[in-house]
C-alpha cells in the first residue's frame, strides 16, 4: 500500500493551495480514518484535519475556517483544499490513513503515512 501526497509547492499569504493523498496498492480494499498532518522546522508533527470513513471532520483550531479536508471514496483520495493561507502554515504535510486490506473487518485496519509534501507560503 503506498499514499502518494501531491499538490504541495510555492504559495502566498492569503493565497490557496489544494492537496491530495491517493492510496494505491492491489490490497487496498477500503479506507477508514483518514488525516492530514504537518510538521514545521524545528516543531513537532501536528494534526492539522481528520475526516472519518462516514466523512465526519475534524480541524486544529489554527486552520479551522480556512482548510476543508473531504473524501473521494470511489478513488480512494484526500484532499486538503486550503485558503486565506498563513506564513505560519509552512511545514512539511503528511498523510495518513487507516487501511483495509480485506473484507474482514474484524481483523482492523493498519496504519499509513504518505511521503510528506512541501508547502511554502509566502509574503
Known amino acids: 500500500v503506498q499514499l502518494q501526497a501531491s499538490g504541495g509547492g510555492l504559495g502566498q499569504v492569503g493565497g490557496s493551495l489544494r492537496l491530495s493523498c491517493a492510496a494505491s496498492?492491489?490490497?487496498?480494499?477500503?479506507?477508514?480514518?483518514m488525516a492530514w498532518y504537518r510538521q514545521a522546522p524545528g516543531k513537532q508533527r501536528e494534526l492539522v484535519a481528520s475526516?472519518?470513513?462516514?466523512?465526519?471532520?475534524s480541524y486544529a483550531d489554527s486552520v479551522k475556517g480556512r482548510f476543508t479536508i473531504s473524501r473521494d471514496n470511489s478513488r480512494n483520495t484526500m484532499f486538503l483544499q486550503m485558503n486565506s493561507l498563513k506564513s505560519e502554515d509552512t511545514a512539511v504535510y503528511f498523510c495518513?490513513?487507516?487501511?483495509?486490506?480485506?473484507?474482514?473487518?474484524?481483523?482492523?485496519?493498519?496504519?499509513?503515512w504518505g511521503q510528506g509534501t512541501q508547502v511554502t507560503v509566502s509574503s
Open positions: 496498492g492491489s490490497v487496498v480494499f477500503s479506507l477508514d480514518d
Open positions: 495518513y490513513a487507516d487501511v483495509y486490506l480485506s473484507s474482514d473487518y474484524e481483523a482492523g485496519a493498519l496504519a499509513f
Open positions: 475526516i472519518t470513513g462516514a466523512g465526519g471532520e
